[in-house]
């Protein structure tokens, strides 16, 4: 119902002997909704049929019916995988697919409520360019965005086709026309008194090529209608073709009413002939279509059929008992010799191409029985038989060696070795003939295959015992032997197969690999395929090469021919997985359907998805729960079923493979609804009882508080005023505390005052001092000039003498004031000098180098050397702030 990817177009190539893979489909299948009139495939393989009771759906496994308008439904066009029209009779319309993804009809027939004196049966449906055009016997109706252009047939119209870009259409009495625009253009007339009916039409390169119901094929080339005088066309004539269909660019399908099908090449050469000898329900063939998987689909006089040209397997089934079921084959000298359960046959090998109504074999005289194997040795024919070992003579057989059983045979340096019902035969040639010599010592039991490894080794196969590996000696005496019993191995029919790569032991389930080294069969893996063809004889499940382009296959009833020249393609084909259905389940078991990013609720939160690859047969499946599941086995199943999953969100990975290669891989997300308990409602619900809980605890513990109140208020009050008592008493040592901290730094800032005024005063009085005797000097210049040199001298010395007594004096002070922090410094840094001590206080005090510089008449320079000193004695580094670090001690 949903798919993914699409189909590529087959790339025709397959084998022209046997029958192509047929499956048939009787009426019970499909709910007997009658006739198959018409049939056409979606993008994504599913295949939709034109039924008498309306639409049917089929894509590989499951029939779906739809009912639409009342009539017989006639023809259909797949537009794309939801939308479809169809016409039948007195009515045509439209299918869409809705919300559900299910199919509803919508009738678009303008005359439906009106149909008097109107009896229209719509026999096809075209897509042309955006129009779609549905044609009866009196009128083509074009419609396009809902509305239609109606054109009236000339006279009466007997068919109408597509021819690659073109439609056509066919004229009881004018002739061959083609659509041109919203008209009709004629392109001949039909030959006069001929009874031209026009089947089909297709492109040729000498021009268009005319499939007639009665007179075969007619070329139209350069204005002039020929009969084409090829095989097909002597065939058709008289089988009465009534459906056509190209198969691909290279071949062509031709249904017939009396012979079956019949598909040839572009030229008319006949490929294959299938008809109720070669396993059809009937030779009425009512409707062709082939499909982009490979498909060739018939819809019946009863029932419908599918041929599966994608397939290199072709089949022959003896439908009429002329040779039972194969188990052997050779080619030898342009025959082909096959051996069964009912004796030797031979037939030319060219007679095996199935361009005739029926295969040809004749019975060997004297080979009556069980056929077991063919081996051509020495430009002979050796017949393993049930009655013993025989060799082909022209058209009869020879006994060489009555020993009962002869199942395989095998050359051995200059012996013949044979694996009978019991044991090993050895033979020896005496000239052109093959004679007994001995059985095998040591080797019992039904030796049903034999292989030479190499030199002297041998494998020995005995089915429900085991393996055998034996040495042989020069005797051909098993010098010796490692015996590996059958339940070493898992699965049914063990096969020993012989490749460039050693031996290899195959069962139905795995492959396993001959470890010379450890003696015993390792690597085991993981069976290659399913079988190619089903019906296979029992232990038959690898083919037998006969040709460079053939293998030969064992079948019930039959056999059948694998064509090696191109192996079955899936490798640069985009095939579609798709989702069919998806069921939620109960606990109740009620379902529901759903699609992908749906939510789920909880409550059907097990699961049943079926998915397909329509149409494709011998696909296999395998699916993972999320990314961090792990991937089932594969299997041929394809519904899979998840059961009690958790809420949130979940994706299902499905993909699909076919011969070993993985086709497309699939992602289908949803979500699991969390439970009733834990939706929204649910923790409303919880969230209310929780306040109603909480509300009615609070209640209890409210009268609870109020019956302890009174008490609980007088020992409070008590409490209340012991702590009150308590904390005044903590306030008052707390403002004592204040009080002396307060004190002392008063204390401190007193002291400092004073000693700032102390030195103040001193250093007025030094000034006044020095005032008085300065002015004396001065004085005393005036009045005796001739001293003034020596008077200005003493000057000089006398204010040198006031600035040094300055500088000491600003250092005392400085030293005074600083007398706690020396002490700290001195504490920690015991290596300080009384100039360090004094640099720090100017740093703390927030001089820089200068300004330091100037009070101790230095170079700034020096200041800063004086700095990185200083550092080092604090052991403080370049990038730690010195000012800082002095403020914080």
């Keep these: 119902m949903l798919y993914w990817g699409t189909l590529a177009t087959f790339a025709q190539s397959f084998s022209e002997k046997g029958v192509p893979l047929l499956q048939n489909y009787t009426p019970s299948q499909y709910q007997h909704k009658g006739k198959i009139w018409d049939i056409g495939s979606a993008p994504n393989g599913i295949v939709y049929m034109a039924a008498d009771e309306g639409l049917l759906e089929f894509d590989g496994k499951t029939w779906t019916s739809f009912r639409g308008s009342d009539g017989f439904t006639r023809s259909l066009l797949v537009d794309n995988d939801s939308t479809i029209y169809t016409g039948s009779d007195l009515d045509f319309g439209v299918w869409k697919r809705n919300s559900y993804r299910v199919f509803e009809y919508t009738s678009l027939y303008p005359f439906k409520e009106d149909i008097t004196g109107v009896n229209e049966e719509f026999w096809n449906v075209f897509k042309l360019n955006d129009n779609v055009l549905f044609v009866s016997s009196q009128n083509i109706y074009i419609y396009k965005n809902q509305h239609f252009t109606k054109i009236s047939a000339p006279t009466h119209f007997t068919g109408s086709f597509s021819v690659n870009d073109s439609l056509y259409f066919a004229d009881e009495k004018a002739g061959l026309f083609r659509m041109d625009g919203l008209s009709l253009k004629q392109v001949f007339k039909f030959p006069a008194g001929a009874g031209f009916e026009i089947a089909g039409i297709y492109r040729h390169p000498k021009g268009i090529v005319l499939v007639t119901k009665n007179s075969g094929l007619a070329l139209f080339s350069s204005g002039k209608l020929s009969i084409l005088n090829n095989a097909v066309s002597q065939h058709l004539q008289t089988a009465k073709v009534f459906s056509f269909t190209p198969v691909g660019d290279q071949y062509l399908a031709f249904g017939t009413i009396l012979k079956g099908l019949y598909i040839t090449d572009i030229n008319g050469r006949i490929i294959h002939q299938i008809n109720r000898n070669k396993g059809l329900p009937n030779n009425t063939i009512l409707s062709l279509h082939y499909s982009p998987s490979g498909k060739l689909w018939m819809g019946m006089d009863y029932g419908v059929s599918a041929i599966d040209l994608h397939r290199k397997v072709t089949t022959f089934y003896d439908f009429r008992g002329d040779f039972g079921s194969g188990s052997a084959a050779l080619i030898y000298n342009e025959n082909f010799y096959l051996g069964t359960n009912q004796g030797l046959y031979q037939s030319a090998w060219d007679d095996l191409n199935n361009d005739s109504d029926y295969n040809r074999f004749r019975l060997i005289p004297g080979s009556e029985g069980q056929v077991w194997c063919l081996e051509e040795i020495d430009n002979s024919v050796l017949l393993g ?264 969100k979940h994706t299902l990975f499905v993909r699909a493979s076919m011969n070993n290669e993985i086709l497309q891989t699939l992602a289908i997300p949803f979500r699991i609804e969390a439970p009733w308990f834990h939706s929204w409602l649910a923790y409303l619900i919880y969230f209310v009882t929780a306040v109603l809980i909480v509300y009615g605890l609070l209640s209890l513990q409210k009268l609870s508080l109020k019956k302890h109140r009174k008490q609980h208020l007088i020992k409070e009050q008590r409490s209340l005023r012991e702590q009150a008592e308590k904390h005044r008493q903590e306030m008052m040592m707390l403002e004592q505390d204040m009080l002396k901290v307060e004190y002392n730094k008063l204390k401190q800032q007193l002291k400092a005052k004073t000693i700032e005024l102390a030195c103040k005063a001193r250093v007025d009085d030094e000034k006044n001092r020095m005032l008085l005797s300065l002015k004396e000097k001065f004085e005393r210049v005036q009045k005796e000039p001739a001293l003034a040199q020596m008077i200005l001298k003493e000057i000089n010395r006398i204010l040198e003498s006031y600035i040094n007594t300055e500088v000491n004096t600003f250092e005392i002070q400085i030293d005074e004031l600083h007398q706690e922090f020396y002490k700290k410094l001195k504490d920690r840094y015991p290596g300080l000098s009384n100039n360090d001590l004094r640099l720090c206080a100017y740093l703390k005090i927030g001089l820089n180098s200068r300004e330091i510089a100037d009070i101790l008449n230095i170079l700034p320079s020096s200041a800063f050397i004086s700095r990185s000193r200083l550092r080092k004695k604090l052991d403080i580094g370049a990038d730690e702030d010195l000012y800082e670090f002095l403020n914080s001690i």
């Excluded at 022209?394 to 009978?420: A, C, F, H, R």
């Excluded at 749906?598 to 011998?618: G, H, M, T, W, Y």
């Design 385 to 648: 038989h049930d009655k013993g070992l025989f060799i082909l003579n022209g058209n009869s057989i020879q006994k060489i060696s009555d020993e009962p059983g002869v199942w395989t045979i095998v050359p051995y340096k200059d012996y013949l070795l044979t694996g009978n019902y019991n044991g090993i035969s050895i033979f020896r040639k005496a000239g052109n003939t093959w004679t007994f010599l001995k059985k095998m010592e040591l080797i019992l039991g039904s030796c049903n295959q034999l292989i030479v490894e190499k030199d002297n080794i041998l494998w020995i196969n005995i089915p429900n015992f085991g393996v055998i590996r034996v040495v042989l000696d020069d005797n051909l005496y098993p010098a010796e032997r490692l015996i590996i019993k059958d339940k070493e191995f898992d699965g049914a029919n063990p096969y020993l197969k012989k490749s460039d790569s050693g031996i290899h032991l195959l069962t139905d389930r795995f492959q396993y690999t001959f470890s010379s080294a450890e003696r015993k069969f390792v690597n085991k893996v993981d069976a290659e395929s399913q079988p190619e063809i089903d019906g296979l004889v029992n232990g038959a499940s690898q083919p037998i090469v006969i040709h460079q382009d053939y293998a030969f296959y064992p079948v019930y009833n039959g056999f059948a021919l694998k064509y090696l020249r191109s192996g079955d393609k899936t490798s640069g084909q985009a095939y579609s997985l798709c989702v069919r259905k998806m069921e939620a389940i109960g606990r109740n078991h009620d379902k529901t359907d759903f699609y992908p990013e749906a939510s789920i609720p909880f409550r059907q939160n097990s699961l049943k998805i079926e998915c397909i690859v329509p149409n494709l047969d011998k696909v296999l499946y395998q699916y993972k729960l999320d990314e961090s599941g792990r991937w089932s086995p594969w299997d041929s199943n394809n519904t899979f079923e998840l059961f009690n999953l958790k809420r949130g």
